[in-house]
């Protein structure tokens, strides 16, 4: 894929291979050669990342929300990877495509194991103040989440097939990227609101005389808000860069929001970095037990697994919305 609106035209950088005079790094997609330390950097950020929620999410046995965090930040990794090798040689294709496709498709999966927290939340609190039934909500948004994987996928193999030679299928590549880019923040969009709309709810019903002193213990436990926080925070940061791809994409291949590698760092890598921080440091397996598999009240066996959570296979993990509201105090 040619960096300019002209490499289309002439096809004067269709055989480019390396830096030369006859093929300038302005003409390459990103316009720049990648800022070496910064990929360093990245790719061991996002690579420690990788390991620490990989052991978390065994040990804690939260298995669906280990494995979508655990594999966005292995592209992550990946992605940083092929920017380190662009440094090199920016008009490597091989690299290019391995860091665009990555690192375009890791938050996808960064926000599937978000969507997984709203389900057990509601079921910890109150699930009757949920306006949706708790189970449905990792049957809602991971489907709808899988979808924005499957069109930003697509698209991303129709630019890379199109290559330097067919703009037709580059510009439909891009355009299916940017159509997943925009679910995708359409379905966090209505997944805030619908967490948001839970949140108040609960925060009038902690505060009323018919709360449940176990459940009010629950709200007011210092590790189960600092997990809360750490999701919201999450949440606010891979949203801005959902809506910064979307501005990034727009203008085509090599536009000059794309070929700008400040506002790309801080936009991009940064906030995915805070965003899979914050739910690896505030792992659910430390802060919220009630995500484990099969949680139960004291560990061995004090409560039954609900009937509802041990069928529900979406998740992975227990919903426990029987034996969960006994459970609250647990959270110490």
């Not at 690299?95 to 498709?105: D, G, P, S």
């Not at 979808?147 to 439909?172: H, K, M, N, P, T």
Request: net charge negative; aromatic share 10%; charged share 15%.
């Amino acid at each position: 894929m040619s960096g300019s609106e002209e490499g289309f035209t002439r096809g004067s950088f269709d055989a480019c291979e390396q830096v030369s005079a006859l093929c300038p790094v302005e003409a390459t997609v990103l316009g720049y050669y990648p800022n070496l330390g910064s990929g360093i950097f990245f790719a061991i950020a996002f690579g420690l990342c990788t390991i620490a929620a990989g052991v978390l999410g065994v040990w804690k046995r939260t298995w669906t929300f280990g494995a979508a965090i655990t594999l966005g930040l292995l592209l992550e990794t990946l992605g940083y990877i092929g920017r380190i090798l662009l440094n090199d040689n920016p008009w490597d294709k091989d690299a290019f495509q391995l860091q665009i496709c990555t690192i375009i498709l890791a938050p996808t999966l960064i926000c599937a194991s978000i969507y997984l927290t709203l389900k057990h939340i509601a079921l910890a609190l109150n699930p009757s103040l949920s306006r949706v039934a708790p189970r449905w909500y990792p049957r809602i948004f991971l489907p709808a989440d899988l979808s924005c994987l499957v069109v930003q996928a697509i698209g991303g193999g129709l630019a890379a097939a199109g290559g330097e030679d067919d703009r037709a299928l580059v510009d439909g590549g891009n355009n299916a990227i940017i159509a997943g880019v925009c679910l995708q923040v359409v379905v966090l969009a209505v997944f805030g609101g619908l967490g948001l709309d839970y949140f108040l709810r609960v925060r009038r019903y902690m505060a009323s005389s018919e709360v449940d002193p176990e459940r009010l213990a629950m709200w007011r436990n210092g590790k189960f808000r600092r997990f809360i926080d750490a999701v919201m925070g999450a949440y606010v940061a891979v949203f801005i860069r959902c809506i910064y791809r979307i501005a990034e994409m727009a203008g085509g291949w090599g536009n000059h929001i794309m070929q700008d590698e400040i506002s790309f760092l801080i936009l991009d890598p940064t906030l995915i970095l805070i965003a899979t921080y914050l739910l690896t440091i505030f792992h659910p397996g430390l802060f919220f037990p009630q995500m484990r598999n099969g949680y139960r009240k004291g560990g061995a066996g004090d409560d039954d697994v609900s009937k509802e959570s041990a069928g529900d296979t979406t998740t992975g993990e227990s919903g426990n919305e029987a034996g969960v509201v006994g459970a609250e105090t647990e959270m110490k």
